[in-house]
């Protein structure tokens, strides 16, 4: 009864969202026309763009989340666990090794997994990255790049997991009636290491960091850091553009050793080897309100091209970069990086305490097949993934609802710092550079935007009274 409860979770969880992503894919169908607030701003045949840019990317993300829910139910019903737990026993002995290795069975079960994983999901991301990021201008990757990348990104992920998967399991194992506090203590502890040395070491595997160039952007962005008291040391702009259109900007460091990092496609006169201003949609990496659209019906207009279109400028002049960092800094001002390390962190504290009410539970793994042997990685990934679902779908709702305040109270600082309308005027570039559809469903938008649609952020913006402007 157990394995078909999770079964029949995991399809109503997969229908709710079809049914939200049909409500967007209607918003993108039916809104043919550029709303009022935004007339005089964006043009309609930008507007067109972004629209049929939604359209691909919602037919998309209907196929790819169909093929996902039918393949993850075949693996469950059909016993693809057990199975893979039985073929990484063979692999182990052909290594010499017997099943009293759990650790070292584990960690073959792992890394089989997601190969497993990488080769599935390769055809989809070579569709979406070439086809439809490519149809409207964004992909700036040869195969070559991609497959090199892809490969780099899978022996990063997996020299980070595969000893972090081994530490669990041994703690699991030898924690005792507490282990679930030393768990958690090593998981604190390896994000807090990974927080730092990411930046520093393992990003620059992939794209190349430049210290920004003195000039006039430098001197207002050290000038707005000394005035918060905001303690930068060192600022980058990373060469993103030869990955993709796609950008970011974001600040790290702990204490007194922040950095910020701009990507290229964020400045409008900034240009690297390779990039030009014929790179017509460039932009900042926007919310997940402007960029996640998925799982929903058919498609309009999706064989249209926009890759050849007029020349223009990208990116955001001197002032609206000041202003978007000005949002940033807020984030920092409000600790709002802090309490979500620290929600996160209680979560995975209960989360470890509720596995050890449940590991001795011998039904629960046999349900999934796991009768004889019901190892430690099983038994987490059983409850973690598939027993906690409930709850992972509420805490994910209620830390989008969070995630919208803090953007909306990170606006607010901005304003505060006098950068109304040019932070205004960066968003509004940043939407169209990313061709971003404007409109957004209200029920879609509350479960999947960890950002709020730009409408209500603009007419956010219009009611705050500043401190000063």
């Not at 967007?24 to 709303?35: A, E, F, G, M, T």
């Not at 207002?220 to 990373?238: G, H, M, R, T």
């Not at 059983?382 to 919208?404: A, C, D, G, K, Q």
């Not at 909306?408 to 570039?429: I, Y």
Request: glycine fraction near 6%; aromatic fraction near 14%.
């Amino acid at each position: 009864m157990l394995f078909e409860s999770v079964l029949g979770f995991s399809w109503i969880v997969y229908l709710w969202e079809s049914y939200l992503s049909k409500r967007q894919h209607s918003i993108y169908v039916n809104v043919q026309s550029v709303p009022k607030e935004l007339t005089s701003v964006i043009d309609q045949s930008t507007f067109d763009k972004s629209r049929r840019y939604a359209l691909d990317k919602s037919t998309y993300g209907f196929w790819n989340g169909l093929y996902s829910q039918i393949e993850s139910t075949a693996i469950l019903w059909l016993g693809g666990l057990p199975f893979l737990w039985a073929a990484s026993g063979v692999v182990l002995e052909k290594l010499g090794y017997n099943s009293e290795h759990e650790i070292l069975h584990s960690l073959v079960f792992t890394l089989l997994g997601s190969l497993f994983g990488l080769v599935t999901e390769l055809p989809w991301s070579l569709y979406f990255t070439f086809v439809v990021e490519e149809r409207h201008g964004f992909n700036k990757m040869t195969l070559g790049f991609f497959l090199k990348d892809s490969v780099k990104k899978t022996l990063v992920s997996q020299a980070i997991s595969l000893p972090l998967t081994a530490l669990i399991i041994y703690v699991v194992k030898v924690g005792g009636d507490y282990f679930f506090v030393y768990a958690w203590l090593l998981v604190l502890c390896i994000s807090m290491v990974l927080l730092h040395i990411y930046p520093e070491f393992i990003a620059p595997l992939f794209d190349k960091y430049n210290p920004l160039p003195d000039g006039e952007l430098k001197t207002k962005i050290n000038e707005l850091a000394q005035s918060l008291d905001f303690p930068l040391q060192k600022l980058y702009v990373v060469e993103g553009s030869k990955r993709s259109a796609h950008s970011n900007a974001y600040m790290y460091g702990f204490h007194k050793n922040k950095r910020i990092v701009l990507f290229d496609t964020l400045l409008e006169d900034y240009t690297p080897v390779g990039r030009t201003d014929q790179t017509n949609s460039d932009s900042t990496e926007v919310p997940e309100s402007d960029r996640e659209e998925s799982n929903s019906g058919k498609g309009e207009d999706v064989n249209k091209t926009d890759k050849d279109c007029e020349t223009k400028k990208i990116g955001c002049n001197t002032e609206e970069v000041v202003a978007v960092l000005g949002h940033e800094l807020g984030h920092w001002k409000f600790s709002h990086m802090l309490k979500n390390i620290v929600i996160m962190q209680g979560s995975i504290l209960f989360s470890f305490f509720v596995f050890g009410q449940l590991m001795n539970n011998k039904q629960i793994f046999a349900a999934f097949g796991f009768i004889d042997q019901q190892p430690i990685l099983i038994r987490l990934y059983i409850v973690f993934s598939f027993i906690f679902s409930p709850i992972n779908e509420i805490e994910s709702f209620l830390m989008h609802i969070l995630s919208r305040r803090f953007e909306f109270q990170a606006d607010e600082f901005a304003v505060n710092l006098g950068k109304r309308e040019k932070l205004k005027s960066a968003l509004l570039k940043l939407f169209k550079d990313n061709l971003a559809f404007p409109v957004a469903d209200w029920m879609y938008s509350a479960r999947h935007y960890s950002h709020p649609p730009l409408l209500e952020r603009l007419r956010a913006m219009d009611q705050y009274k500043p401190k000063q402007e």
